[in-house]
């Protein structure tokens, strides 16, 4: 157990580090583009927001959170996802008092005890954007050209995005009755998941993935046909947006999501070549949830991105940049005294903003040339024993191989006027 991390968790190691931190750039420059700044909510969180946030009828919170009871025997769980958690921020922060709608991106870990399998973690990563305080359909093409154009940034293609209404507590009762209505007499062969959702959130049943359930709701009803007048034009308008930004899309009335609190649009953005887990991107509208966690009725609609996915699927079409570890100089001191010298020029060049390294083992001459090229660096300034009694150093230039014997004064300037050129 010492030497094994716990079961759905990843390390990100040196050699990827540096792919996450390209994503991550990517996600600051579209959400800047797009106006949206940053918020940074904690890992835990009281277990009632999320009995509210997310829905207690939902599989979250029936089978995946982390719960544990603190010292002081408060129920806490590790968040499962970031969006309840913005809006306790929005309302213990007051952000409905600045400037409206308030639009937030959060990059971090989520965690769902979920059964692990490629691009399926217990301890994994969403970028996901909050948009609160704007009704009306243009900030659901907003928040969804996001996600698009973060995608396209990256340079995936093969996309494809499906959208859906699932209506407001206005029309869904009707659509809800007729859906208990197709599925009565079908209820006995549905999972018992769907038998129990049959009752508390029928909607469910339609995506569920057992094969028998699937084959159960086939012809349901659609939501679609039951929109009141309002998320009818809602729906109609946010189309019309999309296909005026040259969006294209897909309706799928069986994307849904039951509770009450998720109104009109609902949307995902698949990557087929990620088979089972080819979902990179789910959102939609909340406009009842604010109001659940306490607040004035405010309407909200954000979306989620997992991270880990988006990797799998650059490494796919062979999108991820190489990592660069580049360095200007590598200072390779040969014997004892030149040591102290190499690590105050080392010093030296680093508080000078410059990228430089040493070598720390005790390498020859030739398997520190060999290291340097690893970065590789640009520079290597060796000092060996002529170099230290003259207070000099060489400087060879890897590229052209040229080189030069300068004072060691003249090391830092030389190499600041070379990384200007
Ligand atoms: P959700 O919050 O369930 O709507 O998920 C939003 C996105 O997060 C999904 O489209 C996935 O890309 C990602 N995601 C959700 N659950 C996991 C998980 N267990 N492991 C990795 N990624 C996940």
């Not at 991390?5 to 390209?22: A, C, E, M, N, V």
């Not at 420059?29 to 927001?49: G, K, S, W």
């Not at 968040?79 to 709608?101: C, D, F, H, I, M």
């Not at 009707?174 to 999972?191: G, P, S, T």
Request: charged fraction near 25%; charge should be neutral; hydrophobic fraction near 40%.
């Amino acid at each position: 157990m010492l030497t094994t991390g716990p079961r759905g968790t990843k390390d990100i190691l040196p050699d990827s580090s540096g792919h996450w931190q390209y994503v991550e750039k990517i996600i600051r420059e579209v959400c800047h583009n797009f106006a949206y700044q940053e918020i940074r909510t904690p890992v835990f969180e009281h277990t009632e927001l999320f009995l509210r946030g997310i829905g207690d009828t939902t599989d979250i919170v029936e089978k995946e959170m982390y719960t544990f009871t603190d010292r002081a025997k408060r129920s806490i769980t590790l968040r499962p996802e970031n969006t309840a958690s913005a809006v306790r921020s929005y309302l213990e922060n007051k952000l409905y008092s600045g400037p409206q709608p308030t639009k937030l991106f959060y990059i971090g870990p989520m965690f769902r005890y979920d059964r692990p399998q490629a691009g399926r973690y217990r301890q994994f990563h969403q970028f996901g954007i909050e948009a609160i305080g704007a009704e009306g359909p243009a900030i659901d093409a907003e928040v969804i050209s996001l996600a698009v154009a973060f995608l396209n940034k990256l340079g995936l293609s093969d996309l494809k995005l499906l959208i859906n209404s699932v209506g407001c507590p206005q029309c869904r009762p009707v659509y809800r009755a007729k859906l208990q209505e197709f599925f009565q007499d079908k209820r006995a062969h549905l999972c018992s998941d769907c038998q129990s959702r049959y009752d508390r959130n029928p909607m469910r049943i339609l995506d569920c993935k057992n094969e028998t359930c699937a084959k159960y709701s086939q012809g349901a009803p659609h939501m679609l046909d039951c929109l009141c007048e309002e998320c009818g034009s809602h729906f109609a308008g946010l189309q019309e947006l999309l296909t005026a930004a040259g969006i294209s899309f897909v309706i799928n009335p069986r994307l849904v999501r039951g509770l009450d609190y998720y109104t009109k649009t609902a949307f995902e953005i698949q990557y087929s070549p990620l088979g089972a887990q080819s979902a990179v991107c789910g959102g939609g509208r909340y406009d009842g949830l604010i109001a659940e966690c306490g607040g004035q009725p405010t309407p909200g609609i954000g979306f989620a991105i997992g991270i880990e996915r988006v990797l799998l699927a650059l490494e796919k079409q062979a999108l991820l940049p190489s990592i660069n570890t580049a360095i200007d100089v590598f200072v390779a001191p040969l014997g004892t005294e030149a040591r102290a010298v190499a690590f105050q020029l080392l010093t030296e060049l680093r508080y000078a903003g410059i990228a430089a390294d040493m070598d720390f083992m005790n390498r020859s001459l030739k398997a520190q040339m060999k290291y340097a090229n690893k970065y590789p660096a640009k520079f290597v300034a060796l000092i060996g024993e002529d170099e230290l009694a003259a207070q000099k150093v060489m400087v060879k230039n890897m590229d052209t191989g040229s080189q030069e014997l300068i004072a060691r004064t003249a090391l830092v300037p030389m190499i600041l006027e070379e990384m200007e050129k």
